[in-house]
C-alpha cells in the first residue's frame, strides 16, 4: 500500500469532498481517501499494483477538479 497527497483546485464545501472521496474510494484499489478542504490537497492510500496515479487523477478530473 501506498498513499499519496494530490493537490485539487476548486474543491470548496462538502459536496465537493463527498464527490472527490467518492469517486476515488470507487476505484479497484483504493482503500481509503480523505479530502482536507482547507488545504485542498486530497490523501489517498491505494495498492499501486492495481491502480495507478494517472486513473486517480483521471477520476478526480472526472468530478470537475483541477489536480496540480
Request: proline share 0%; net charge negative; glycine share 10%.
Amino acid at each position: 500500500m501506498q498513499t499519496k497527497t494530490l493537490a485539487v483546485k476548486g474543491m470548496t464545501c462538502g459536496h465537493c469532498k463527498m464527490s472527490v472521496e467518492g469517486a476515488l474510494n470507487k476505484l479497484d484499489g483504493v482503500t481509503a481517501s480523505e479530502v482536507d478542504l482547507g488545504s485542498g490537497k486530497v490523501e489517498v492510500t491505494y495498492d499501486e499494483t492495481k491502480v495507478s496515479l494517472e486513473n486517480m487523477k483521471e477520476t478526480v478530473e472526472d468530478q470537475g477538479y483541477d489536480v496540480a
